[in-house]
């Protein structure tokens, strides 16, 4: 298994540029979450989801969109890049059912910078 | 609100030396406790968790007791290796909500 992946690693957008970082999962996993993380801080939730179709906003949705039509992609959207998205962008992904202590599983991380 | 807060870092020891990474938590519910590391260039992964009060997590000699008297879930380590330079997570997931909540994390570096 190949886990949870991220493409790309790294990218740089100017002001105002549009792009959509992808990840997909091989586990079968039903959850799937986009996180980012900025210097010296923890992760922050953006979005997540619990199954294709369902999506919902985490701690920081602003700026950003999702879509989950299968199982295995979860792809996140930038819109209108700002310096304030500059940032790195963490996948995860858990199998959960209801009373469980779910493991997320996290990808390898997209590292964007807005110029 | 639910936090995490982890001892600042960086922490530096020499290879051998004990471990200890303070991690105290605040929750509005019961939560899970989690350790997660990042080695360089990589992901985030599950080092260690535990579930309850009294619980003890532990894996690749890592430990950390789940003590709810002081709402804490500190990380150690007897003997550490230069392989074990990475940054580690504290987080916390509140039983029926779907995000964790992490620390700002701590970074350790193991010198020979």
């Known amino acids: 298994n190949a886990g949870v992946t991220q493409t790309p690693k790294f990218r740089i957008l100017k002001i105002g540029q549009s792009m959509t970082l992808q990840c997909t999962q091989d586990?079968?996993?039903?959850?799937m979450y986009w996180y980012r993380q900025d210097p010296g801080m923890g992760l922050k939730l953006i979005y997540y989801?619990?199954?294709?179709?369902?999506?919902d906003k985490g701690e920081v949705p602003n700026g950003y969109n999702v879509s989950r039509s299968t199982t295995e992609d979860f792809p996140l959207r930038l819109e209108l890049a700002a310096p304030s998205q500059t940032s790195v962008y963490f996948c995860?992904?858990?199998?959960?059912?209801?009373?469980?202590?779910?493991?997320?599983?996290f990808g390898p991380g997209t590292r964007l910078t807005v110029l | 609100g639910d936090s995490v807060t982890q001892m600042e870092g960086p922490v530096t020891l020499s290879e051998e030396a004990f471990l200890t990474i303070n991690c105290t938590y605040t929750?509005?519910?019961?939560?899970?406790l989690f350790w997660y590391v990042q080695y360089p260039g990589e992901g985030l992964q599950l080092l260690l968790k535990?579930?309850?009060?009294?619980d003890k997590g532990s894996n690749k000699g890592f430990e950390a007791t789940y003590r709810k008297e002081t709402t804490s879930f500190h990380l150690e380590k007897g003997s550490v290796q230069v392989s074990d330079s990475a940054v580690y997570f504290c987080a916390l997931k509140i039983q029926g909500a779907q995000k964790l909540v992490f620390g700002q994390g701590t970074r350790l570096t193991i010198n020979p």
């Open positions: 929750a509005t519910g019961y939560p899970s």
């Open positions: 586990m079968n996993h039903n959850y």
């Open positions: 535990a579930t309850k009060a009294d």
């Open positions: 989801s619990v199954g294709a179709g369902i999506t």
């Open positions: 995860a992904s858990s199998y959960s059912t209801s009373g469980a202590v779910d493991t997320q599983y």
